[in-house]
């Protein structure tokens, strides 16, 4: 019989293996693209969970090869890696304490993030990173400075889930598909994300023009702006985690416009070095991700009032940064 060569596929790396990374690894191998290494601290866990997976492929047939592993060295010469390695803000004791503010992880998550980018540039220093960990903008910014990548490699993955959870609700407020929802959430990943109504279309039509004539607009506008901003934490209250199908999902969107090359406009968090005139900071913003990683950082016109929620936005990742600076640099 002739035999085929085999597939070379490129390598994606999962730092961190919990609820995020383990469901985007699925995902991903589901689509028989990549080659996926699990790395963790916990011993067993990406190996456990790369056994599963391994037989999820095989009853499609696909060719993908999946390793667990408590060995950095495992990850060297990744084409992508997606570090989710970090506390959450789980309730640990049955309500009795309010779900933990993403700023509270600030100092835990950012040692983690030290010992991840010091792995990174000695193993896989030409990968594109997305970063999931939180506070996301705040532990981005470290990663790029900690690990020295070059900023058109490093994302974090925030507006893009923002933004589904937007059209998600808007569409089911309006009766319409998702699908045909375009929104455009910038700023911090966190309480201070800027929605951008201006920007919002649905069937292609802005939203301002879409609502025309409706007296209940603002009612619309307000209670779909108040379920994005919440539902993170809505999760966490009702199953005591926090969420990770969608976060998992808008991942591997990002990482598949890379690999594949789409050039697609996703809501990423990067470092601006004077677009938005925000300098040394890792914001959420549209930017286009292609081969090359960030191809471009997509300037939006803001008008004044945009401008001063954007502002607000910036003010409370600076503080965050600042506060990391004291702690890790
Ligand atoms: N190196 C590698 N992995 C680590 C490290 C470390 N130093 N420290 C913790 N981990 C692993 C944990 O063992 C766990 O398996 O990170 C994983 C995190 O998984 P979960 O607890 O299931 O968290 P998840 O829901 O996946 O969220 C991960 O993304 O959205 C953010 O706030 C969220 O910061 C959190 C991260």
Not at 12 to 18: H, M, N, P, Y
Not at 136 to 151: E, I, P, V, Y
Request: net charge positive.
């Amino acid at each position: 019989m002739k035999k085929f060569p085999k597939k070379i596929f490129p390598k994606v790396s999962f730092i961190g293996s919990g609820n995020i990374g383990g469901t985007c690894a699925h995902l991903m191998a589901m689509k028989n693209i990549a080659d996926i290494v699990l790395f963790d601290i916990v011993k067993g866990l990406p190996q456990g969970k790369a056994l599963d997976i391994a037989a999820a492929i095989s009853i499609e047939g696909g060719e993908v090869s999946i390793t667990g592993t408590n060995t950095y060295s495992d990850i060297s010469d990744s084409d992508v890696i997606i570090i989710t390695a970090g506390l959450t803000r789980t309730i640990k004791d049955n309500n009795a304490k309010p779900p933990l503010d993403r700023a509270e992880l600030l100092s835990k998550n950012a040692k983690i993030i030290k010992k991840v980018a010091e792995n990174i540039k000695k193993y896989s220093p030409n990968a594109f990173v997305i970063v999931i960990t939180n506070p996301l903008d705040a532990m981005t910014w470290l990663f790029q400075k900690l690990s020295g990548l070059n900023r058109q490699m490093v994302v974090g993955m925030a507006g893009g889930l923002d933004s589904s959870r937007f059209c998600y609700f808007l569409g089911k407020e309006l009766g319409v598909s998702p699908k045909n929802i375009h929104s455009f959430i910038i700023g911090e990943h966190g309480n201070n994300m800027v929605p951008l109504i201006r920007f919002s279309k649905v069937n292609d039509v802005p939203l301002d023009e879409f609502l025309n004539g409706r007296n209940n607009r603002e009612e619309i506008i307000n209670n779909v702006i108040k379920k994005t901003r919440e539902a993170g934490g809505e999760i966490i209250k009702l199953m005591r985690a926090s969420a990770y199908f969608a976060p998992a999902a808008a991942a591997l969107d990002i990482a598949l416009s890379y690999l594949q090359d789409k050039n697609k406009t996703i809501l990423c968090s990067t470092l601006l070095n004077g677009e938005y005139d925000v300098h040394n900071l890792c914001v959420g913003v549209p930017v286009v991700i292609g081969s090359s990683g960030v191809k471009q950082i997509e300037e939006l016109n803001l008008q004044n009032n945009e401008k001063e929620a954007f502002q607000k936005s910036i003010e409370s990742i600076q503080t965050l940064t600042t506060t990391l600076k004291k702690i890790i640099l």
